[in-house]
């Protein structure tokens, strides 16, 4: 993709990674790719906003050529060191090697120790400022959000807010902004993106907000890092964030299992039919077969989570161990739910899987559900009024 004007003087001057199918060691799935979003700033003095992953090093340079010569820039501004935004730091370097680094000092400390780059370096803190002559660079710091030194960068005279990570999502299109795509793509790969990504720092979420509120800063724009640039409505994203942070929910259930000859599959979905006899909406999600980084996603509004398995070795089957333990990771709040599976020779899994949703900081508020081999017409009506007991409570 070409460098593309997002408002005057500021160039989108990116790439888009059409093949990405995975991020974060294989935790997030990301089925329409993404891109690595970085903003040129030309004005008295250059700015470059951000890179990209190390392999797409070319394409920026090209796409930074286009409107200025490299060389020229004065300022390379680290909002965040992992490498899919850092990953071409050393390539812009070495065509301006008298241009300063600018991060925050954690972020200093996590360039030299990924890049070891010999750089003029300037570390900033929040209220600091940089003038570009026409234009100022304004830093808050966003430790957490998600790494420790996380920051925005904030243009006031231009009201452009370019937080990095925060506000993005996995997409690659060759479209630019949130009015050129569909809407319930977007707000789909943002769910995901929060619930995978950031849901554990809610409460830090919801501070950084407030904090921005309080200093009264307007915000016609968003850029962030990855995905689409909000400029039709970005207090549409702030919104969902404060709604996601607050961990507000609605009458939903998420039944996730992993089977082992479909015993567990049947009880999940009797059960299901009894929630959704209640008018309480249901998802049924086998993790085997479904993408865990989507029923991440499906529970970021559910009030209600139940979490099936068969036994195996007196235990639950390792996948589903894998995504409770990522599950546990998200810190979820203000859930409730149960336990459920099947077994041959002896139960457990059912009991392991009960003991993790109390470690994970969800009320378990009824007793597990278990069947030996496949469930009977006597346990199918008994799994049915289980299902409804919960969808009545959930309600």
Same mark, same amino acid.
């Given at each position: =993709? $070409?460098?593309?004007?997002?408002?005057?003087?500021?160039?989108?001057?990116? +790439?888009?990674?059409?093949?990405?199918?995975?991020?974060?060691?294989?935790?997030?799935?990301?089925?329409? #790719?993404?891109?690595?979003?970085?903003?040129?700033?030309?004005?008295?003095?250059? +700015?470059?906003?951000? *890179?990209?992953? #190390?392999?797409? *090093?070319?394409?920026?340079?090209? @796409?930074?050529?286009?409107?200025? *010569? %490299?060389?020229?820039?004065d300022y390379m501004v680290v909002n965040?060191?992992?490498?899919?935004?850092?990953?071409?730091? %050393?390539?812009? =370097?070495?065509?301006? %090697?008298?241009?300063?680094?600018?991060?925050?000092?954690?972020?200093?400390?996590?360039? @030299?120790?990924?890049?070891?780059?010999?750089?003029?370096? !300037?570390?900033?803190?929040?209220?600091?400022?940089?003038?570009?002559?026409?234009?100022?660079?304004?830093?808050?710091?966003? %430790?957490?959000?998600?790494?420790?030194? *996380?920051?925005?960068?904030?243009?006031?005279?231009?009201?452009?807010?370019?937080? @990095?990570?925060?506000?993005?999502?996995h997409i690659a299109t060759s479209k630019r902004f949130d009015d050129e795509i569909d809407p319930y793509e977007l707000m789909d790969e943002a769910a995901a993106y929060y619930a995978n990504i950031l849901l554990p720092f809610s409460p830090l979420v919801i501070r950084k907000i407030e904090e921005v509120v309080k200093m009264g800063i307007p915000i016609g724009m968003i850029a962030p890092s990855h995905g689409i640039i909000w400029r039709k409505d970005p207090m549409k994203i702030i919104n969902a964030y404060l709604k996601w942070a607050k961990n507000e929910t609605k009458a939903k259930v998420v039944i996730a299992y992993e089977t082992?000859?479909? $015993?567990?599959?049947?009880?999940?979905?009797?059960? #299901?039919?009894?929630? +959704?006899?209640? #008018?309480? !909406?249901?998802?049924?999600?086998?993790?085997?077969?479904?993408?865990?980084?989507?029923?991440?996603?499906?529970?970021? @509004?559910?009030?209600g989570i139940l979490i099936g398995s068969s036994t195996h070795g007196n235990d639950m089957l390792p996948r589903l161990a894998g995504f409770l333990s990522f599950l546990k990771d998200m810190k979820p709040k203000g859930r409730v739910g149960a336990a459920f599976g099947s077994y041959g020779w002896a139960g457990g899994a059912a009991k392991k899987i009960e003991e993790k949703l109390s470690e994970t900081g969800i009320e378990v508020i009824q007793p597990l559900i278990q069947c030996q081999f496949v469930p009977d017409k006597a346990e199918m009506q008994k799994l049915f009024e289980y299902g409804a007991a919960f969808g009545n409570k959930v309600k």
């Open positions: =993709m $070409s460098a593309i004007q997002i408002q005057k003087g500021v160039y989108w001057v990116g +790439a888009v990674d059409w093949n990405v199918r995975s991020f974060h060691g294989h935790t997030f799935n990301t089925k329409r #790719g993404s891109t690595y979003n970085a903003y040129l700033i030309v004005d008295e003095k250059i +700015a470059l906003i951000d *890179s990209v992953y #190390g392999p797409f *090093s070319k394409e920026l340079i090209a @796409n930074i050529s286009e409107i200025v *010569s %490299p060389e020229k820039i965040h060191v992992e490498t899919d935004h850092s990953g071409a730091v %050393p390539e812009i =370097m070495k065509l301006c %090697p008298k241009a300063r680094v600018i991060g925050t000092e954690k972020c200093k400390l996590g360039m @030299n120790r990924n890049y070891y780059g010999n750089w003029d370096w !300037q570390t900033v803190k929040s209220g600091d400022k940089i003038s570009l002559g026409k234009n100022n660079l304004v830093f808050l710091e966003a %430790p957490m959000l998600h790494w420790p030194d *996380s920051m925005f960068t904030y243009i006031p005279e231009l009201q452009l807010l370019m937080p @990095n990570d925060a506000f993005g999502q082992m000859w479909k $015993s567990t599959e049947i009880m999940a979905k009797r059960i #299901g039919d009894g929630i +959704a006899s209640t #008018g309480v !909406q249901v998802i049924i999600a086998n993790i085997s077969e479904k993408d865990n980084t989507d029923i991440i996603k499906e529970m970021l @509004n559910a009030k």
